[in-house]
């Protein structure tokens, strides 16, 4: 049990960590699409190169206009359709699972900041009871102490974690099946 301070700290900690992780995640695996494109559509043929030409100058550009992810396209990386038992394809879906990792601690901060809104409201009406009751009225601070927020977990969030990547994954299968790779 933490208090209301705490909780309200936790909260924007819960937030910011998660949107960081997410967005951190959510570059890594784009960069790594991108890598994928880049080195798998080109089969050798006279007009798998023609075709893969265009592409390949949009991720070009793209690379050249996202030096600051440096890191990223340089440890990113390429998953491998061809060999499912591929160490690039486990590094690939682990940072698919941190995305919906990062994704469920940001909903669990989001979730905790609108039950401390609510209780931030019961606190200004207890406040007022008081103060209209005439007895010494407790301080906001003390009212705020005495409040004991339950701890939440991001593990409680069962389709963040564990049903969204499977579905996701599951019709980005789909999709690439039907592109062709």
């Not at 100058?57 to 060999?83: G, K």
């Not at 401390?116 to 005439?134: F, N, V, Y």
Request: charged share 20%; net charge positive; with cysteine.
């Amino acid at each position: 049990m933490v208090n209301y301070k705490e909780a309200l700290n936790k909260s924007r900690v819960k937030r910011v960590l998660g949107v960081i992780i997410a967005m951190l995640a959510l570059c890594s695996i784009a960069i790594s699409l991108l890598k994928f494109l880049y080195w798998g559509l080109d089969d050798g043929s006279k007009l798998g190169s023609a075709l893969s030409e265009p592409v390949k100058r949009i991720i070009s550009i793209i690379y050249e206009n996202t030096q600051f992810l440096n890191v990223l396209w340089n440890y990113s990386p390429i998953p491998n359709h061809l060999d499912l038992i591929n160490i690039d394809n486990l590094y690939f879906f682990l940072t698919y699972a941190v995305l919906f990792i990062g994704a469920a601690l940001k909903a669990s901060g989001d979730k905790l900041a609108k039950r401390l809104a609510k209780i931030r409201e019961q606190i200004e009406d207890q406040l007022i009871k008081e103060s209209m009751s005439g007895n010494t009225a407790r301080s906001r601070k003390e009212i705020e102490d005495s409040v004991e927020i339950p701890n939440t977990s991001i593990f409680t969030q069962f389709q963040q974690l564990y049903v969204a990547p499977i579905v996701t994954a599951v019709v980005a299968g789909i999709l690439l099946k039907l592109a062709g790779f």
